[in-house]
């Protein structure tokens, strides 16, 4: 099958095998920053939760495993591919996640329906941030809660320096900006948008969190085929570019690299919330 993806204002898509490649190699880096967001929304038991750009569902199943039986979590993206893996991977043992296809500038829920509205690496993708974010704040109950995480600048992560570096260098400076550009969402803008959309008690703190991943020379080789940015080098360059890719970043990090191969590295994201 044929993968192909793009990563625009209209949004992040992924489509062919692409979305279950991502559920594979992002989970590791993600994780850490799902636990801090979820933490953030202080959530308990018999809360009704919304994953908004849900993705493959990293944040809806570890709000689910939160709220218990008694809960309701739904997961809201824009993208069938994504959520067609959120579906598959959707587990039985907690409330039964409920998954929807819609923009979060278009939500088909009712007003005041959640307790919490969680945003894992989605808001810097809505081609809309002010109307997405008013339209938030119409689906969250008075006082309920809002988090979103957001990369920092890539600078501050050195892996995705180097995978910037790497897409520069097979895809060119379009897909290098492309890339970037995904990262110029600050918790200053998303503080304003929540503001003006009508949340209150907004605040926003740098999160830099160490995560181990699994080898890289496999690793980021497998990461780069599920971002659209990787998916241009295969195109241009083939599969072997992206493999020569995680043997430059495998050599880059050998000093971070354990006896056993994993890699500990720093990332960097920006956690804000709000008050409803």
Same mark, same amino acid.
């Given at each position: %099958? ?24 992002? &989970?590791?880096? %993600? ?50 591919? %994504? ?5 598959? *991977? ?6 039964? !996640? ?14 005041? %329906?959640?307790? =919490? ?19 938030? &704040? ?8 809002? &988090? =979103? ?18 897409? &520069? ?6 897909? =290098? ?27 926003? *703190? ?5 995560? !181990? ?64």
């Amino acid at each position: %099958m044929t993968d192909t993806s793009d990563a625009s204002a209209a949004g992040f898509h992924l489509t062919g095998n692409a979305p279950e490649r991502y559920e594979r190699y992002v &989970a590791p880096i %993600m994780a850490p920053f799902v636990t801090a967001l979820v933490d953030s929304a202080d959530l308990g038991p018999g809360a009704t939760v919304l994953d908004l750009a849900c993705g493959t569902g990293f944040t809806a199943r570890l709000a689910a495993a939160r709220v218990g039986p008694t809960g309701r979590v739904h997961g809201a993206d824009v993208n069938p591919a %994504m959520l067609a893996v959120a579906l598959a *991977h959707r587990p039985h043992l907690y409330p039964d !996640i409920e998954f929807t296809e819609a923009p979060a500038e278009h939500l088909p829920y009712d007003d005041e %329906m959640f307790d =919490a509205v969680l945003c894992q690496q989605g808001v810097q993708f809505f081609p809309d941030l002010a109307t997405a974010l008013t339209e938030t &704040a119409r689906v969250t109950r008075r006082g309920g809660r809002f &988090a =979103a995480t957001t990369w920092t600048h890539p600078d501050r992560s050195p892996y995705f320096t180097a995978q910037h570096e790497a897409i &520069a260098r097979y895809a060119g400076q379009n897909a =290098a900006g492309d890339f970037t550009a995904a990262f110029r969402c600050t918790g200053d803008v998303v503080a304003q948008a929540l503001h003006k959309a009508g949340f209150h008690d907004v605040t926003s *703190h740098v999160l830099t969190l160490d995560v !181990i991943l699994p080898p890289l020379a496999d690793f980021a080789a497998g990461h780069l085929s599920a971002l659209p940015w990787g998916r241009e080098i295969a195109e241009v360059h083939g599969e072997q570019a992206l493999r020569e890719t995680g043997r430059t970043l495998a050599a880059r990090f050998a000093d971070r690299t354990s006896p056993d191969g994993t890699v500990t590295l720093p990332f960097t994201a920006t956690l804000t919330t709000a008050t409803r």
